[in-house]
Nanobody
């Protein structure tokens, strides 16, 4: 599975961005996909995940502002980010996992994910 994240940019507080994760190599509805982010000098943080059957899960830090969705026709998983804040500034990564356990998909451990995209930068200045 090859993943490519896109859609990042420089936005103002309160703005929205739609990040996309384009997948190739296997049908996108055969594996779970997660979004993570990494701010400068911080560890990679789990944001949200979507299962192969489109169940979704969100970390508390972004629940209510971010929405994950899948477009099987486009083999793309999107992350809609709303009401962006300066603390959302980070490189955003999408990742895919061969695991089928909902526990492993949602616990937020980077080691549970097997394939990673290159990341897309989101900057929200204070």
């Amino acid at each position: 599975v090859q993943l490519q994240a896109s859609g990042g940019g420089l936005v103002q507080p309160g703005d929205s961005l739609r990040l996309a994760c384009a997948a190739s190599g296997r049908p996108s509805n055969t594996y779970a996909v997660g979004w993570f982010r990494q701010a400068p000098r911080k560890e990679r943080q789990f944001i949200a995940a979507i299962s192969s059957t489109d169940s979704t899960y969100y970390a508390d830090s972004t629940k209510g502002r971010f929405t994950i969705s899948r477009d099987n026709a486009q083999s793309t998983v999107c992350l809609q980010t709303n009401s962006l804040k300066p603390e959302d500034t980070a490189i955003y990564y999408c990742a895919a996992t061969r695991k089928t356990s909902w526990y492993h998909i949602t616990r937020g451990n980077v080691n549970d994910y097997d394939y990673w995209g290159q990341g897309t930068l989101v900057t929200v200045p204070a």
